[in-house]
């Protein structure tokens, strides 16, 4: 039996950082059915070029968008980076904005060769260039592209605007170290005032045990309270972490292995309910050195 089906009360209690939200455009931290079906979402997708579904995925790179997009990130002159980026479309879309983007992904000697197998791994600008957002004369005006190690920051990635990494942090080795990651996102990369968004997958079913593998960790309630706690705790703004459960048919199904039968907001694995999950937290202090 799945935990789904013995899911605790977890989800829908009140905490300090995970909350019953209003029913509005993105206000989940978690993927909703509702937000697929709102004009904004449909706009992303026809701007990227990317095909309209109820995924997950897609539901991350909107999330990321729309948080840069609100606090105003995404104009010209304001700089950005990546990390982990694959052949994501943002690198593109915030080019096309007028944005200077530094794209990333994991040195090969570090990175499982499964990720190149998937086209998942980007090894240079042609691996994020999009012709259907922008022309190429614009993209490598405005974009460049280094190796970058995540449990590693090199010191010369510093003084961004924003920085963001979409479902990556989570195959860092382990849950603190991703959980480190996202703290020296904030204190290594960006200039003060500067903002982190990030994605990772999220335990939907479990607060007490989960999945924590060198290649995988699967982050609960409990690791994403006490992240922004210690985000806080270290001088930073950390935005509200808001759940909202869904009910549609959409928000209900979950995707067994070998997934791609239905819906994808939650998908089964290693015996738990999974979903996304993303937060984001604004540099308040300044910090040198990392964890």
């Not at 937000?35 to 026809?46: G, H, I, P």
């Not at 190149?116 to 490598?140: M, Q, T, V």
């Not at 959980?179 to 960006?190: A, G, K």
């Amino acid at each position: 039996m799945l935990p789904w089906l013995r899911r605790s009360a977890t989800h829908e209690t009140q905490d300090a950082a995970i909350l019953a939200p209003k029913d509005v455009y993105m206000s989940s931290a978690i993927p909703v059915a509702s937000d697929y079906d709102d004009e904004r979402f449909w706009a992303f997708c026809q701007q990227t070029g990317m095909g309209h579904g109820h995924h997950r995925k897609l539901w991350e790179f909107v999330f990321i968008f729309e948080k840069l997009k609100q606090a105003g990130m995404l104009q010209a002159g304001k700089r950005g980076l990546v990390f982990a980026c694959g052949s994501e479309p943002l690198p593109s879309l915030f080019a096309s904005l007028g944005c200077e983007i530094v794209a990333t992904d994991g040195p090969p000697e570090i990175t499982d060769g499964n990720w190149y197998i998937k086209g998942e791994h980007a090894d240079g600008l042609d691996s994020l260039y999009r012709p259907e957002i922008l022309s190429r004369e614009a993209f490598d005006r405005n974009v460049r592209f280094e190796y970058a190690d995540m449990n590693d920051i090199p010191d010369h990635l510093t003084d961004f605007d924003f920085c963001w990494s979409a479902c990556s942090l989570e195959h860092l080795g382990s849950l603190r170290k991703g959980m480190d990651f996202v703290v020296n996102s904030i204190e290594r990369t960006l200039k003060l005032g500067g903002l982190a968004v990030h994605t990772t997958e999220y335990n939907f079913s479990s607060d007490e045990k989960t999945m924590e593998q060198p290649g995988c960790s699967i982050y609960r309630q409990r690791d994403m309270i006490a992240l922004r706690a210690e985000i806080m705790a270290r001088g930073h703004r950390c935005d509200p972490i808001l759940c909202k459960e869904g009910k549609a048919p959409e928000d209900i199904f979950v995707d067994l292995p070998p997934y791609g039968n239905g819906p994808h907001l939650k998908m089964e694995l290693d015996n738990y309910v999974v979903t996304s999950i993303g937060f984001s937290a604004y540099k308040s202090l300044k910090i040198s050195g990392s964890l």
